[in-house]
Every structure is written in C-alpha cells, then in structure tokens.
C-alpha cells in the first residue's frame, strides 16, 4: 500500500500565526485528512490530546489506543498506518516545524533526556487536573489566535504554545520518574547488573546528546563524540538505537542545522562567515549540506524568513 504525506489542514478550527504551516494549532480532528493505510508528515512533529472517544493505530509498527486524556507526541516521519477511530473521536492538536521548535525555545528549558524518553515513550494519560490544566491552555490559545489585533501577536501565541508545550513535557517527565522508580524497586532476580548498565547507557546517550548541542554545529562526525567518550563509534550508535532509535549523525545533524538556521535568521553574517564559523570547507559544499536538509539554499532560507519579519512590522 502506498506510503502518503499528510499536511496541515485549512478551515475552520485551524489557526496559524501568519500564512505558513511552521505552527498550527487545531481545535479539533479532521477526518477528510487522515488517509486510509500508511501515512507521515514530512516537516512536522505533531501533539495530539484526546479530548473523547478511542483511536487504535500503529506507529512505526507498535501498536498504540488512544482514549480520552490522553496525549500523544508524534515525531516527524515516522508512520502510522491501520487508523481507526470511534465516531465521537476528538483531539486538540498542535502541529510544528523544527525551525519553530527552534523559536519557541523549549529544548534549552528541559534535559535532553526528556526527548529520549518521548521517542520510547510517544504517549501519557493525563490525570484530570493535567486535563483540565492543558485545555484551559488550549482555550487562551484559541482565543489569542482568532484575534491577531495585538502588536506583539506572533510573540504572544509563541509564548502561550512554548508554556502549554512545556507543561506537556513536565507531565511526561513526572511519568518517567514513575517509571523509573518502578524499575529501581524491582527485585534483585530482575539482574542488578542489567539495569546498572541501562543506567550507563542513558548517561552516555544523554553526555552525547549535550556535546552535540554544545558543539554548535562546529563538530559532525561521530567518531570525534565517541572518542570524547572514550567509546567506539560502533557502541555509541548501538547506545543511541536502543535509547533514542535513531542514529548519532541524525543528532548531530539537528543540532547543526539548529546552529545554522539561527545564524541565517538571527545574524547578519554572510554565508562566507557562517561556512567559516561551522567548519565547513567551503561555502560551496555549506550550501549543498544545508539545501539537502532543508530544502532550499541557505540565502533562500535567509530571505524567506527576512521577508516574513518584514511583513509581520508593516502589518503592526
């Protein structure tokens, strides 16, 4: 069966800051856009918070029930297929970019580890009280975006889904500890020796992660993180598989391009000097590593979001 790409809806009960698709935020679940079999979203991360009825579906081939309360973070590419759903199904949704990730600026707030539990752990049931919470948050949210009257209006909806998005994270991490001192108060047949070494491995993957991020941007080969590890590029992948189930070079491409993107948006630096600052050899190979992963060339990128900036001062 074919693999389709699934894309922010428009209409009603959809919302966005401006025109584009980088945030959007929807009061409800659109049932003309989920396809029967396989589907993915290429560019976005979605947050789903059941709000009634049940879901069942397979996400990267484990299968997951949704029902109300609960909420559901699905990364970028990965696949559902198999959807199926009760006719009273419902859930808020918020639907992201990278580069907006970048702008609400949730990762610097949060242990890295977090992300790593999130991909294992892509759902959590919220208590009545988290519900309440998260859907008062919703309720401003929707309010804030139906009126763009406010001069600091894209500011304002950033900051409100950078909080309810923290909030989220912070509900999660609450679960993780549970499930960790689950873990901890196993008993001693369960092989103390086993989890020590779950332990080391959480700790290397977790060291690695923050290298990547402290590195800037300047530093994207793995064997130069395994060495600093003191491990083989061989056993970091393993760690990184089995924690993260993904690869080291796809950390370390988030990272640089993070590193890029906020150059290009944030900085009058010439592509020369962004090339030069990265440690890339040129600005010739700079543009095609940047093009392959975004999409379109690093001036391109520059003047899309330049033009936006200067759009959102002439309409204020």
């Not at 909080?163 to 001693?188: A, F, G, I, Q």
């Not at 040129?282 to 330049?306: D, I, Q």
Request: glycine share 4%; aromatic share 10%.
């Amino acid at each position: 069966m074919d693999l389709q790409e699934i894309k922010p809806r428009e209409g009603s009960g959809t919302y966005r800051i401006d025109d584009c698709d980088d945030l959007v935020v929807m009061e409800n679940i659109d049932w003309g856009c989920i396809p029967s079999g396989r589907f993915y979203t290429d560019n976005h991360g979605i947050v789903l918070v059941c709000t009634g009825g049940r879901a069942q579906f397979e996400y990267d081939d484990v299968k997951y029930t949704l029902a109300k309360n609960d909420l559901f973070l699905y990364m970028r590419r990965n696949i559902i297929s198999n959807f199926m759903a009760s006719s009273d199904f419902n859930c808020r949704q918020i639907w992201f970019t990278r580069s907006e990730i970048w702008n609400l600026n949730i990762y610097s707030d949060t242990n890295l580890m977090d992300m790593v539990y999130l991909r294992q752990h892509p759902k959590v049931h919220l208590t009545d009280d988290d519900m309440s919470l998260i859907e008062s948050y919703f309720q401003l949210l929707f309010h804030r975006m139906k009126d763009r009257s406010a001069i600091l209006y894209p500011d304002i909806v950033r900051s409100l889904v950078g909080t309810v998005m923290l909030e989220m994270l912070s509900m999660m991490r609450r679960d993780e500890e549970k499930s960790l001192m689950v873990c901890t108060n196993r008993p001693e047949q369960d092989s103390q020796e086993g989890a020590s070494s779950g332990v080391h491995r959480r700790r290397l993957a977790d060291k690695f992660m923050r290298m990547a991020e402290q590195s800037d941007g300047r530093v994207r080969k793995v064997d130069e993180f395994a060495s600093q590890l003191n491990i083989t590029p061989k056993y970091l992948s393993a760690i990184l598989k089995e924690t993260m189930n993904c690869r080291p070079s796809t950390v370390i491409q988030l990272f640089t391009m993070k590193a890029i993107e906020r150059r290009l948006r944030f900085t009058d630096m010439t592509i020369q000097e962004i090339s030069n600052d990265l440690n890339f050899p040129n600005p010739s190979f700079f543009g095609k590593y940047f093009k392959e992963h975004a999409g379109m060339t690093p001036l391109g990128y520059r003047n899309k979001y330049h033009k936006r900036n200067n759009q959102q001062s002439s309409n204020d």
